[in-house]
């Protein structure tokens, strides 16, 4: 799915992701893990990616790779970053904005992978025993 890089839109794809994940049995703190990780995701490209310009785009596919594997891909349309210290360092203090979004990334994914320009970024967050609603 491409959408505009806008804030507002952040909640409309959290909507549709809570969405896609109401057809498996998941429990609330891997919901809660998977809202934080993608809104996290959305507002490092809209700010950082695409510098907040609502004319760029963002592309985001999420997709269950295996039964207990969700993996969510984001990609922004600048010119990408250094990404190998991508969440590494915790922030400085509890007030420090600063690296808080990459870290939380980092800390609740199994295992995050940037393309070598670093604007495009995908997570896989695990969990056990997800069973299809259909």
């Known amino acids: 799915m491409q959408i505009p890089s806008s804030w507002k839109k952040i909640t409309n794809i959290l909507s549709k992701m809570n969405l896609f994940l109401a057809g498996f049995q998941l429990d609330e703190s891997f919901l809660a893990k998977t809202r934080v990780v993608l809104r996290e995701l959305l ?5 950082h ?3 907040s310009k609502n004319k760029q785009t963002i592309s985001i596919d999420a997709v269950f790779i295996n039964q207990n ?3 969510i891909s984001v ?3 600048g010119d990408g970053f250094d990404h190998r210290f991508f969440g590494l360092n915790k922030p400085n203090n509890c007030n ?8 939380l990334v980092r800390s609740l994914t199994d295992r995050v992978v940037f393309n070598e320009t670093g604007n495009d970024i995908t997570v896989y967050l695990s ?3 997800i069973e299809s609603e259909n």
């Open 69 to 71: 594997c969700l993996r």
């Open 49 to 51: 990616g695409n510098n």
């Open 43 to 47: 507002t490092n490209a809209i700010k």
């Open 127 to 129: 969990h056990s025993e």
């Open 75 to 77: 990609k922004d349309a």
């Open 96 to 103: 420090g904005m600063k690296g808080r979004g990459s870290y």
